[in-house]
């Protein structure tokens, strides 16, 4: 379970097990923080005291926040989860994968560069990779370590045998 847990904080792209922990933290002693703060309506109305007065329109939005706060956590959790898609790792396929077309294979390799140049890490992009182009990790693996070189297609015998009996 430990070695797992490892796993899953490195592939997130922090460097070592630790840094990923402080990090967690970190973001809930934040959270804890600023809850702790409002835990009863008293300490609520003590906070909102100690705040500058709101003008009418920030006092409606505020307002229309609180009224509205459950379909406000899930737009944040959406947004949330798109900008994951970027960071966390998708889990690996199962099963054997087909194989990959030329254009497929240089799309794939465009698609982990592209995912780095936005921040994502290397690993993290190469398995998001995997999951998109439905192929092995060490597809990826293998088309990013040959990626100077141009990517052919390779025919199966299905196609050699429908060459042959193509009526002309």
């Given at each position: 379970?430990?070695?797992?847990?490892?796993?899953a904080?490195?592939?997130?792209?922090?460097?070592?097990?630790?840094?990923?922990?402080?990090?967690?933290?970190?973001?809930?002693e934040?959270?804890?923080?600023?809850?702790?703060?409002?835990?009863?309506?008293?300490?609520?109305?003590?906070?909102?005291?100690?705040?500058?007065?709101?003008?009418?329109?920030?006092?409606?939005?505020?307002?229309?926040?609180?009224?509205?706060?459950?379909?406000?956590?899930?737009?944040?959790?959406?947004?949330?989860?798109?900008s994951?898609?970027?960071?966390?790792?998708?889990?690996?396929?199962?099963?054997r994968?087909?194989?990959?077309?030329?254009?497929?294979?240089?799309?794939?390799?465009?698609?982990?560069w592209e995912?780095t140049?936005?921040?994502?890490?290397?690993?993290?992009?190469?398995l998001?990779?995997?999951?998109?182009?439905?192929?092995?990790?060490?597809?990826?693996?293998?088309?990013?370590?040959?990626?100077?070189?141009?990517?052919?297609?390779?025919?199966?015998?299905?196609?050699?045998?429908?060459?042959?009996?193509?009526?002309t």
């Open positions: 379970m430990v070695a797992a847990a490892e796993q904080i490195l592939s997130l792209g922090e460097p070592t097990y630790e840094d990923g922990m402080k990090k967690a933290v970190k973001l809930l934040f959270v804890t923080d600023h809850v702790r703060s409002i835990q009863t309506p008293d300490e609520f109305r003590t906070v909102l005291d100690a705040c500058e007065p709101l003008s009418r329109s920030e006092e409606t939005l505020m307002l229309f926040a609180l009224r509205n706060l459950p379909s406000l956590v899930r737009v944040c959790f959406r947004m949330a989860a798109k994951s898609a970027i960071d966390i790792p998708a889990s690996p396929p199962v099963g994968p087909s194989a990959l077309t030329a254009q497929q294979a240089k799309d794939a390799v465009d698609y982990i995912l140049r936005k921040g994502a890490s290397t690993d993290a992009a190469k998001r990779a995997t999951q998109k182009f439905g192929c092995s990790r060490r597809t990826i693996d293998r088309l990013c370590a040959n990626r100077d070189s141009e990517p052919e297609d390779k025919p199966s015998m299905a196609d050699v045998i429908g060459i042959f009996t193509k009526e």
